[in-house]
């Protein structure tokens, strides 16, 4: 068998076997997907403190973002085969190790060009926390538990959202923003200690090689709504505390609507996750959260300093719709066969959603510097929403064709 496939086979394991230290995986592979991506929450939400005390506007935080995400966009591609070599085990704790650096490096950088160095080694742990993780799962959960396990681990990126939304703020008020996020990193390096007591050694196959195989029709139709939705929300996690703040709200009062984006995104995760596997077509699905996050980012337009319902809806709603996005998309290579090896599928997706991470905040700095605010801003992010529910369809068709 291919060592990507990620079938059932992969696992030889007994039933008690695999729900043996099921809590522990899951706990681990949730701090993997949780701790790399809080660079992107943290920068969100620190983006006042950051860019004063780095003397740069907070605007320019976004090439902070672009990148640690363009490296991860770089290397997913390779992280499939990567994982496959190294074994999932290793993988895991190759991206803990690399976490630990990222915000080791963070808590001591002189200014902003030595901060976007610092992270972009986070792209590394980003490039293999889809592959890692998906691995893992498809080789030690049985096959009726493993949506609920992508649902789960794939919330530890609302965890970090609601961490950085409610905790990062009052931390950094106390002990400075370089203290609290060096915080991170004997964290890391006690989750790497961690790895060897919560996942099993799995024997390597052929090496595959190195060249990671072309996506087919349907992953890239896939990979082109990841990538969109990633662009979206890069752009809204670092506009909408922005959006608020010129709008007379306090650090804290800002932070708490990424708290209500990640609380209602961590509930969609784990719930409409599992309910996606028992759909006939995801696809339709997939619409219909397109078309509620378009129109949430519409919606902020509606807020002025007295009218502040509009971010707090658009903080809820996006959460509820986009972020649930990214879950269900890999919950469907973990599934289905039609999108290829799950480590492979993993990695180019990753590629595809971390690509729009990287550009998203960017664009929207250009959008609201072009327009001078935020309007074009939240125009656009609607508008990138709105492509990628108009080629779900094309999807649903390509699912359908490569089933047979």
């Known amino acids: 068998m ?23 995986l899951a706990a681990v592979l949730t701090a993997a997907m949780a701790l790399p991506m809080l660079v992107l929450y943290a920068v969100g939400t620190l983006g006042p403190m950051l860019g004063r005390d780095l003397g740069v506007a907070p605007g320019s935080l ?65 490039a293999l926390c889809n592959p890692v993780t998906n691995l893992l799962i498809a080789q030690q959960v049985a096959p009726s538990q493993r949506p609920r396990m992508v649902g ?94 010129a709008q007379g709200w306090p650090l804290a009062q800002a932070g708490h609507l990424v708290a209500v984006f990640a609380a209602t995104g961590l509930v969609s995760r784990v719930v409409l996750t599992p309910w996606a596997a028992r759909l006939r077509d995801e696809s339709w699905l997939i619409l219909a959260l397109l078309v509620i996050a378009a129109a949430s980012a519409g919606g902020v337009l509606l807020a002025d300093p007295v009218r502040q319902w509009p971010l707090w809806g658009a903080a809820g709603l996006m959460g509820i719709s986009a972020a649930a996005l990214n879950a269900i998309a890999m919950g469907m290579v973990v599934r289905h066969a039609t999108f ?11 590629a595809a959603f971390f690509g729009g991470l990287a550009l998203g905040a960017p664009l929207a700095a250009a959008a609201a510097n072009f327009g001078d605010g935020l309007e074009w801003t939240w125009l656009g992010l609607a508008m990138v929403l709105g492509v990628a529910a108009a080629i779900t369809p094309v999807l649903r068709w390509a699912k359908r064709r490569s089933e047979g």
């Open 2 to 24: 291919h060592p990507l496939a990620g079938t059932a086979s992969e696992s030889k394991a007994t039933g008690a076997d695999l729900r043996s230290g099921t809590c522990g």
């Open 62 to 126: 976004g090439w902070v973002t672009a990148a640690t995400f363009g490296v991860a966009a770089a290397l997913s591609p390779w992280a499939g085969t990567w994982t496959a070599r190294l074994g999932a085990r290793r993988g895991l704790v190759v991206l803990f190790l690399a976490v630990a650096l990222v915000y080791t490096t963070m808590a001591w950088v002189p200014g902003l060009t030595a901060l976007a160095c610092a992270v972009a080694v986070g792209g590394v742990a980003q």
């Open 152 to 245: 789960l681990k794939q919330a530890g990126v609302q965890v970090a959202a609601l961490f950085a939304g409610l905790a990062l703020p009052v931390l950094a008020a106390h002990w400075g923003w370089r203290w609290t996020l060096g915080l991170m990193a004997p964290l890391s390096l006690l989750l790497a200690l961690f790895v060897p007591a919560v996942t099993r050694q799995h024997a390597a196959g052929p090496a595959p090689p190195m060249a990671p195989p072309r996506p087919n029709f349907a992953l890239a139709v896939l990979m082109g709504i990841q990538w969109c939705v990633g662009a979206a929300l890069s752009a809204f996690i670092v506009s909408l505390p922005a959006h608020a703040a």
């Open 340 to 350: 290829g090896a799950t480590a492979v599928a993993s990695g180019w997706l990753s």
